[in-house]
């Protein structure tokens, strides 16, 4: 996120340079090229370890395919995406693997991400197996659990016994138990209750501590995200417009849209 | 509009070729030299030539393809070898007995199907509700072997009302046609009837369940109002879905129903060419279904697309 | 003083031995807005469903609810279908899902229409129009032509309030009008609702999770958990000085940019654990499993003590002041 590229070059874990994402809409004659709609435009992120990145924008600014992009679920039309100095697009076998295991996603329904027929200490080790993760993977999941404040017991519950804020913290230690350096999350609490948000934003406030990883906080709430992350990148009409520290962004707004976000941002 | 049948009209065309390609292949692979299945293991080399010349089967594969399919488009069926008769003529006295038993089926089959299906879906917490989604489900499992035979045994035989098999042209006495078309279209409309009612039954209760429904009850909108201007509307694009695929389905169960109930129908020919091993006569019997099952799907596109409005939009 | 409007008393909303909504007690008057805050599960959309006598299969209420005078627990259905719209009429919460997909937008406003029979001074078309002017729709005669699919997701809500106040009823529950739609439109959608129901002279009863909503648009509140209304009181005095300990933890995990501006790093407060499933509420007080000042007195139910204006369920109100 640094302006200084070349002071935290060594420490850059993933860079985003100029993306764009087109994606075809439905034709509208039966003879005419697909037309393109653009869904984000030349948006350059530079994430290194320790960094905590909200990501803040309306719906349909593009936030959400700029975080699909960062975590290699879409390809981008244009620009580059690198993973500790390789471009993804030409990554060897073994870089990609490097790639799968440092790059973890927490999507915003818990629910709808796990597999309601596998006990969740299933769920937990299958990325370990998949991944190839070295180690003793019933100690690697009882470590996680406790960092994020469930009970061991737990592995060997299924989903729908949970809560939805129990599950969310699940479906976070299912992304750390590979211990990744990027931990990109998709509106994690906009699912939950208040009363549950609060502790989901707890969680992620303490994972910032973490000075190996880099944690992505994407939401439409601006409180949630200035209130847990360190920096703010703000999304509008596909594109990034503003970027800077919390306080710099909310004391400070350069741009309408970030006004508006703050302005909408009703308090008690 | 124009795009969308101008689209499904291809559709139907691939479909329409694919499928006859499949069928003239599936004729000469599994059926072998048409001529020898004519005239049987025995035949002589001579005899067998003699009938390829008189076939057209000496010529190439790709011809042979292109002729028959020329022929099938401009309505020339070619001549049932055993008969020396016309295929057109014996079309012509087939298929109004089979559609008659279609269309008498089909009757019967959404009489029963539409107010059952409605009524359980409205009844679907009660005991009704469930006692008539059993009986469909008996309706659903009865072959029609069984349930044709019971009806003939009991309204033909035991109360001697109606007619237990045979045909009578619609040109000769029609009110015989109708006694005569009575049992075999129950006896195809209950199972057809009861799969329907299963379907409506769930398509209504499916959008019932919707909260756009609760929305319209909310601004003053009655729960028999509901039903029928929303629910029902709503649910016909499904049910529209599985009408086209019973519709399909009806063409193997009118196989059963003509043989059960001896209807000179389609089916009938279609067997009877089988066993004289008039292959090629059966090439374009099965063609002319196969056209008839494309031409339904086609119809059940268009219906969809005037159902649902949304279609029209771009 | 204005006058009551709808008066809930004892009221319990039940599907056997299990209740979402349990004994609770409360008025609107005419011109009032009162915001009536819970979690998932607190009973509060089980409340704003049984007033429109829309409850699902199985379910029923219990007690008495007078709107303007008329009891709608025992009321018939024909008689419910008479009010609704009229006197009575909802928001709902997905506007993608609380709209017919198979019609146009048009059709369904007209239908909202049509069946109170509205005495108009104009005609049909310009009444919809400037109803939808009132909506802040762009483009109105256009957007009539669209299906639900093709308008944006505060477009929608909006024709649903439009929906909602188009026979001018005196009362409007609005089931979490927001939560489909982002911050940004969220407070457009609001705007939209309030100026409506003041335009009309209504009284509205806004059901949402979100505390900074009621605070900014309601001028009384009502916080439910696990089907009872632990405080209810005047917005200002509420917020400002909370006396349950489940309305001063809801409101001490709020997470709002001024705390942020203001005390940066410092940590939420969060409440433990998760309220009770319908299913398992405790006897006595509800809370009593998350609460920090807990005793052996909360294994009763304790009584809603009046506190000046505001009553609160609690066997632990430290101080009576406002």
Same mark, same amino acid.
């Given at each position: ?135 003793? $993977? ?21 989903? $729908? ?93 350069? $741009? ?13 | 509009? =124009? ?116 009524? =359980? ?140 109930? =001896? ?52 | ?86 006197? &009575? ?71 649903? &309030? ?115 499933? &319908? ?44």
């Amino acid at each position: 996120m640094s302006k200084q590229d070349s002071a935290t070059e060594s420490k850059a874990i993933l860079i985003v340079e100029n993306a764009s994402y087109e994606y075809r809409a439905v034709r509208k004659k039966l003879i005419s090229r697909a037309v393109r709609q653009s869904a984000l435009g030349n948006a350059s992120m530079t994430i290194s370890s320790g960094d905590a990145i909200g990501i803040v924008g309306s719906s349909g600014a593009g936030k959400t395919t700029f975080a699909r992009i960062l975590s290699g679920q879409l390809v981008p039309s244009s620009g580059v995406v690198s993973y500790l100095g390789t471009d993804l697009q030409q990554m060897s076998n073994e870089n990609e693997l490097g790639f799968r295991r440092g790059v973890q996603y927490v999507f915003q329904n818990p629910r709808a991400s796990f597999d309601p027929r596998l006990k969740l200490g299933d769920s937990l080790l299958e990325p370990l197996k998949s991944l190839k993760i070295l180690g003793n $993977h019933q100690n690697i999941i009882d470590q996680t659990l406790i960092k994020v404040g469930l009970d061991i017991s737990m592995i060997d519950r299924f989903s $729908h016994e949970l809560s939805g804020g129990q599950l969310q913290r699940m479906a976070i230690a299912r992304a750390l138990v590979v211990k990744p350096k990027v931990l990109i999350a998709d509106e994690p609490s906009s699912s939950l209750d208040v009363s549950v948000r609060a502790q989901i934003l707890n969680l992620f406030k303490d994972l910032t501590d973490d000075e190996d990883m880099a944690l992505i906080l994407i939401a439409h709430d601006l409180a949630a995200v200035a209130y847990t992350t360190k920096q703010i990148v703000v999304f509008s009409a596909g594109g990034i417009v503003e970027q800077g520290s919390v306080s710099e962004v909310l004391v400070a707004p350069k $741009h309408k849209a970030t006004a508006d976000l703050i302005d909408a941002s009703i308090g008690i | 509009m =124009s795009i969308f049948l101008f689209r499904r009209f291809l559709a139907f065309l691939v479909a329409f070729f694919l499928t006859s390609i499949l069928i003239f292949v599936l004729v000469r692979v599994i059926g072998g030299n048409p001529a020898t299945t004519l005239l049987g293991e025995y035949s002589t080399p001579e005899a067998v030539r003699e009938i390829e010349i008189q076939l057209g089967l000496d010529r190439p594969i790709v011809i042979q393809y292109f002729e028959w399919i020329i022929n099938l488009c401009s309505g020339d069926l070619g001549t049932s070898f055993r008969s020396g008769l016309e295929v057109n003529y014996l079309l012509a006295s087939a298929i109004p007995v089979s559609i008659s038993l279609s269309i008498g089926a089909l009757i019967v089959a959404v009489l029963i199907g539409f107010p059952l299906g409605i009524i =359980s879906a409205v009844k679907s917490y009660r005991g009704s509700g469930t006692a008539l989604d059993f009986f469909s489900q008996i309706g659903v499992a009865m072959p029609i072997f069984w349930s044709g035979a019971l009806l003939s045994m009991f309204f033909g035989v035991r109360l001697g009302l109606l007619p237990t098999g045979g045909w009578v042209g619609w040109s000769e006495n029609y009110a015989q046609s109708l006694r005569h078309l009575v049992l075999p279209s129950i006896a195809l409309g209950i199972g057809i009837g009861s799969v329907i009612t299963r379907f409506v039954r769930t398509a209504v209760v499916e959008v019932m369940r919707q909260d756009y429904v609760r929305t319209g009850r909310a601004f003053g909108m009655s729960e028999y109002r509901a039903l029928f201007s929303i629910g029902l509307r709503n649910a016909s694009l499904p049910i529209v879905t599985v009408l086209g695929n019973i519709v399909s389905h009806l063409v193997g169960g009118t196989v059963i129903t003509e043989t059960l109930f =001896s209807m000179p129908g389609l089916s009938r020919m279609i067997l009877d060419n089988v066993i004289s091993r008039d292959i090629l006569v059966v090439q374009n019997l099965v063609m002319i279904i196969v056209v008839y099952i494309l031409i339904v799907n086609f119809i059940v596109d268009i219906s969809y697309f005037s159902l649902d409005k949304r279609l029209r939009v771009k | 003083m204005s006058k009551d409007l709808l008066t809930v008393k004892n009221y319990s909303v039940s599907s056997g031995s299990i209740s979402a909504v349990r004994q609770v007690d409360f008025k609107v008057s005419e011109n009032e807005k009162l915001g009536i805050v819970g979690e998932s599960g607190a009973g509060k959309s089980m409340l704003g469903l049984s007033l429109m006598g829309l409850l699902p299969f199985g379910w029923e209420s219990t007690g008495s609810a007078e709107l303007a005078g008329r009891e709608l627990v025992s009321m018939s259905e024909k008689d419910l279908v008479g009010i609704r719209g009229r006197d &009575i009429s909802m928001v709902f919460q997905d506007s993608l899902s609380a709209l017919n997909p198979m019609k146009k937008i048009g059709k369904q406003l007209e239908f909202a229409f049509k069946h109170a029979e509205v005495s108009r001074s104009e005609s049909f078309d310009e009444y919809i129009l400037t109803l939808m002017h009132s909506l802040k729709i762009d483009d109105p005669e256009l957007s009539l032509q669209k299906y639900p699919h093709q308008l944006s997701g505060g477009q929608r809500q909006r024709i649903l &309030i439009g929906m909602a106040v188009a026979c001018n009823p005196r009362l409007i529950v609005a089931d979490e009008p927001t939560t489909s739609v982002d911050s940004v439109i969220q407070r457009d959608v609001l705007d939209v609702l309030i100026s409506n129901v003041s335009r009309l002279g209504a009284s509205l009863v806004l059901i949402t999770h979100d505390l900074a909503v009621v605070s900014n648009y309601c001028e009384k509140i009502i916080v439910m958990y696990a089907g009872k209304i632990v405080e209810s009181g005047p917005v200002v005095s509420v917020m400002g000085n909370p006396k349950h300990p489940y309305t001063k933890a809801l409101i001490g995990s709020h997470i709002s940019l001024k705390h942020i501006k203001s005390g940066m790093s410092k940590r939420l407060p969060v409440i433990p654990g998760m309220m009770p499933a &319908i299913q398992a509420i405790p006897t006595g007080c509800a809370f009593k499993t998350r609460c920090g000042s807990a005793t052996a007195a909360c294994e009763v139910q304790p009584p809603n003590f009046l506190v000046g204006e505001r009553t609160v369920s609690c066997w632990h109100i430290e101080d009576q002041s406002e």
